[in-house]
């Protein structure tokens, strides 16, 4: 049967075998693609979905995070002065200071000035100025100053000591804050 058709006709014949073929196999790729198209737009449109949602919770935890960001510098702030506040409550106060150093003053002692402060490391140095009757009122009220528990030193420069009556004097005092 095979010699019964022209080799002109067999050629053509083979032509449209082939286009034929090629044609069923695209159409059918074409519905293959088509229906696994169809089969994954659902899960397309759940993923686009779900992202938009992830994106709208990113940005809302973004913001919340910034705030609670804020909330935290607040609180270190408000524990820093809590504890500036509790540390400020245990030590003695400067007119208590003040107030123990006016009760040592016998008599014949008038004071003029008193410089006090209070540093990073307890109290300054505190200066006390004002004038004395007498040499004697003066060196009982350095002895008085030395006497309270938290003065580690009272400093009395000699040329204060230098004249009997009414004397001009300036006094500085060390205080060991460990002791108050």
């Not at 067999?10 to 073929?21: A, D, F, G, N, P």
């Not at 949602?53 to 820093?80: C, G, H, I, K, P």
């Not at 006497?147 to 009414?166: F, G, R, S």
Request: no cysteine; hydrophobic share 45%.
């Amino acid at each position: 049967m095979t010699n019964l058709i022209p080799p002109e006709a067999k050629t053509e014949l083979v032509r449209l075998y082939w286009i034929r073929m090629v044609s069923v196999w695209a159409l059918l790729w074409s519905v293959l693609l088509l229906v696994g198209a169809l089969l994954l737009y659902p899960t397309y449109l759940l993923l686009t979905g779900t992202s938009a949602a992830y994106v709208e919770t990113v940005a809302s935890v973004s913001e919340r995070t910034e705030v609670f960001d804020l909330m935290v510098e607040d609180l270190n702030r408000s524990s820093q002065e809590a504890k500036t506040i509790v540390q400020a409550a245990g030590k003695v106060s400067l007119s208590t200071l003040l107030q123990d150093m006016w009760s040592v003053n016998g008599g014949g002692i008038d004071i003029v000035g008193v410089q006090m402060a209070r540093d990073v490391d307890g109290i300054t140095p505190i200066g006390i100025t004002g004038e004395a009757v007498d040499r004697q009122s003066l060196a009982l009220f350095r002895d008085r100053l030395e006497a309270l528990p938290y003065v580690t030193k009272v400093n009395l420069p000699i040329e204060n000591l230098a004249e009997n009556q009414d004397i001009t004097f300036s006094i500085l005092v060390t205080i060991n804050s460990d002791n108050l």
